[in-house]
């Protein structure tokens, strides 16, 4: 069975929902790792006009919430259909890059400096995950990839419920604290967020060892920016923690 992955994109079914076959053109880890770097592209390159609105007086505040739905919206389509990447992966870019744009901007005015700090330190987990994948540092066993699985969902209930508990203005206690326990909390879910790069990885290369279509290249940029997407946002938001406590 081909590697799990806790990033709800990835996972075991994700292969067999493509239906490939012997004699077609076949995923590469060099084609997913190019199509990642243009996903990337187009994603800061809508980050920086939504960036570069917000501080020109424009209301960025629809592209903060058209972008997190549609976001949302776009994921879910791609994680059932993932034949339709290739298509919609380059709008989830964009779409999240206005959203991210918009998010990072309203921070950077409240906290200067803390975009270039969320960027930088998320690139270099990034990095450093995939130099404990490459090394064998980090091994992506059957037990790793449950147990990171289990957290991933974890977190993802917790922020459903806090969501819900919101609309009804009751607030989940701690999760967004600049108390010593809501900064634990933050970094729990930064370190659940970047081990779920070792499995994203881990499910690119055997899918490439499995012979996947040539488009689950897309398929596997996609999710790998989703966990990318996510860990910025989880360390920006653990600065803007540290920053509340100064």
Known sequence: MIGRSGNPTLNEETFEKSGYYNGQETMTIGGTVN??????????????????????????????????????????????VPKVAPYLAPIYAIVEGF?????????????????????????????????????????????????IIAATIGVALVYLFSFVLGMFGVAVPYLHDSTPIGIGISVVIIIIAALNFILDFNFIEEGAQQGAPKYMEWYGSFGLLVTLVWLYIEIIRLLAKLANRD
Not at 45 to 57: D, H, K, L, P, T
Not at 119 to 134: E, V
Request: glycine share 12%; charged share 5%.
């Open 99 to 147: 959203f991210l744009g918009a998010l990072s901007a309203h921070y950077e005015y409240l906290y200067y400096g803390i975009t270039l700090q969320a960027a930088l330190l998320t690139m270099c987990i990034f990095l450093g995950m995939l130099l404990a994948y490459k090394t064998g540092l980090i091994r992506a066993t059957a037990g790793f990839k449950k147990g």
């Open 35 to 80: 199509k990642s770097f243009m996903l990337l592209a187009l994603l800061i390159g809508a980050a920086v006009i939504s960036w570069a609105m917000y501080f020109n007086g424009y209301d960025v505040f629809p592209f903060m919430i058209g972008g997190a739905i549609g976001g949302f919206v776009l994921a879910l389509i791609i994680s059932f």
